[in-house]
């Protein structure tokens, strides 16, 4: 991503070196030749992972999904076909790699103050940052949404991405994901926030009133099932007891790792 610190760093630099030749005698001296205005604004590089990510969204936000091709990414980033494979399997794991600047930039924010929160306070906080950190990706991602929506191969691939992005996410608000009904609120807070999704792609207002209002809603309505859920599972607790003691007692096959870690988003 764009470092915003990185043009003040060059223009002190260029300031230091205007004012070092005023201060060299001799008028047969050459002052250097000046940078030519595109030198001196040009971005810094992004590596080549972020560089294939910016590029397939800068494609998807012109045209429909299926009509980008790896080549496209490839040309776009600025990448050969040999080193864009070396980076991702398919054009759905470059998509799934946004999920991991996302995370990133979201991981990063500053949550001092929230600490002593109420749990809902802070997984809005977290979940409205990430939305905040969505934002650049827009147009790209309401074009995305819209070509997925009839694929339904496609979104069980990447309800696996979203479902190891909010595990961080729910850390990062300081929420348990292990344990008996860990899987539950990862894969309960997953669909909460598709649904906010939808509803944040057709959202224009800068105040996000109804994106606010919809998460606000969809969390209250995750506490409530989750509560149903823990008093579900102290009834059943003899009779999980029970099932336990039935599986120890049968002989176990082990399986051996086949070491092959496959991309979810690769299905996309």
């Not at 694929?151 to 344990?179: F, Q």
């Not at 007891?241 to 082990?254: C, E, I, Q």
């Amino acid at each position: 991503m764009t470092d915003s610190r990185a043009p003040s760093k060059r223009t002190r630099k260029a300031a230091g070196a205007v004012q070092d030749d005023a201060t060299q005698a001799g008028p047969a001296q050459e002052s250097p030749t000046p940078e030519s205005p595109a030198q001196a604004e040009s971005p810094p590089k992004l590596p080549p992972r972020e560089a294939a990510v910016e590029a397939l969204m800068r494609l998807a936000a012109e045209q429909p999904w299926n009509d980008i091709e790896i080549g496209d990414i490839a040309r776009e980033a600025g990448l050969t076909l040999a080193e864009l494979r070396d980076l991702f399997p398919s054009k759905g794991a470059v998509l799934g790699g946004l999920t991991r600047i996302i995370d990133r930039k979201v991981l990063e924010g500053d949550s001092a103050g929230l600490e002593e929160e109420p749990t809902r306070e802070r997984l809005f906080d977290v979940l409205m940052r990430r939305l905040d950190a969505m934002t650049p990706y827009k147009p790209a991602l309401r074009r995305i949404a819209y070509a997925l929506r009839g694929e339904p191969l496609s979104m069980l691939a990447l309800n696996g991405v979203m479902l190891n992005s909010h595990r961080y996410m729910l850390a990062a608000a300081g929420i348990d994901t292990e344990g008996p009904l860990g899987q539950l609120k990862l894969q309960g807070v997953v669909i909460a926030f598709a649904r906010v999704t939808q509803v944040w792609l057709d959202d224009d207002d800068p105040a996000l009133a109804r994106t606010m209002a919809k998460l606000d809603k969809e969390i209250r309505k995750g506490e409530r099932l989750m509560e149903r859920a823990e008093d579900a599972r102290r009834l059943t607790a003899p009779l999980r007891a029970l099932g336990r003691s039935l599986l120890d007692r049968r002989p176990r096959r082990r399986r051996e790792p086949d070491g092959d870690e496959t991309d979810p988003a690769a299905a996309i």
